[in-house]
């Protein structure tokens, strides 16, 4: 099972909203990315947690804040966003982030695709 | 940084055969990975390169020459549903990038009947 959840599935939201994206894995992975995609760019890397750690931030804005509750979950809260937020938000888990090989191999969530007014 | 180079776009007939290639800069180097994007979905994993040579896993195959920093996805027996968008990434450990992956701009290919 390489199963990974997100929810909600779309979301629109003003500017002044405050709203959570959550994602959700059960194959025991102990690292968990966000990566926001715009249409036809590559996914850009936002946040990594490793063992429920952040451990890379790509400076983003502090309008998004990743929360990882425990080592299954993984949210993004958001509030203030700007209009050129809008894109399609993907979180992925893998097993580890240290070791090589399958160990590291990403899985990615359906995503949310946030459209901010 | 890292410089992943793949074709913006490919078009291929039913049945044919498909090389998608990537090539890469980077000093960290461990592991290249293809991911296919269908438009408005999440990447799917399809293959994990490290070493050097040929992965096969049914229809599809992927390569790497780590000396030249060149991979290649082959894709055999086309089908319609293969018409996504395939991103080649390169996972670099250095330091402070310990654990990212960093994506090309993706190969959009066409599968034509």
């Known amino acids: 099972d390489t199963e990974v959840t997100q929810t909600p599935k779309h979301l629109v939201m003003g500017m002044t909203n405050k709203k959570s994206l959550k994602c959700e894995q059960h194959?025991?992975?102990?690292?968990m990315y966000w990566y926001k995609q715009k249409a036809k760019k590559p996914p850009e890397l936002m946040f990594v947690?490793?063992?429920?750690?952040?451990?890379i931030n790509e400076s983003v804005p502090s309008r998004f804040s990743p929360e990882c509750p425990n080592s299954s979950l993984l949210n993004l809260h958001l509030h203030a966003l700007q209009p050129e937020d809008s894109a399609l938000y993907l979180c992925?888990?893998?097993?580890?982030?240290?070791?090589?090989?399958?160990?590291?191999?990403?899985?990615f969530g359906p995503g949310t695709r946030l459209l901010v007014l | 940084g890292q410089n992943i180079d793949q074709p913006t776009e490919m078009t291929a007939t039913e049945g044919a055969i498909v090389q998608i290639n990537c090539t890469y800069q980077?000093?960290?180097?461990?592991?290249l990975f293809w991911y296919q994007q269908h438009a408005g979905e999440a990447p799917t994993f399809l293959s994990y390169?490290?070493?050097?040579g040929l992965e096969e896993k049914g229809r599809f195959s992927s390569f790497l020459s780590r000396s030249k920093g060149y991979s290649y996805l082959l894709l055999k027996e086309l089908q319609m549903k293969d018409s996504a968008s395939y991103l080649c990434?390169?996972?670099?450990?250095?330091?402070?990038?310990?654990?990212?992956?960093?994506f090309g701009r993706g190969t959009q290919l066409t599968v034509w009947p």
């Open positions: 992925a888990s893998s097993q580890d982030r240290d070791r090589g090989g399958s160990w590291w191999t990403q899985y």
């Open positions: 194959m025991g992975h102990r690292a």
């Open positions: 947690y490793s063992y429920e750690k952040l451990s």
């Open positions: 980077t000093s960290g180097f461990n592991g």
């Open positions: 390169n490290v070493l050097d």
């Open positions: 990434a390169v996972r670099d450990d250095r330091g402070s990038t310990l654990g990212r992956l960093y």
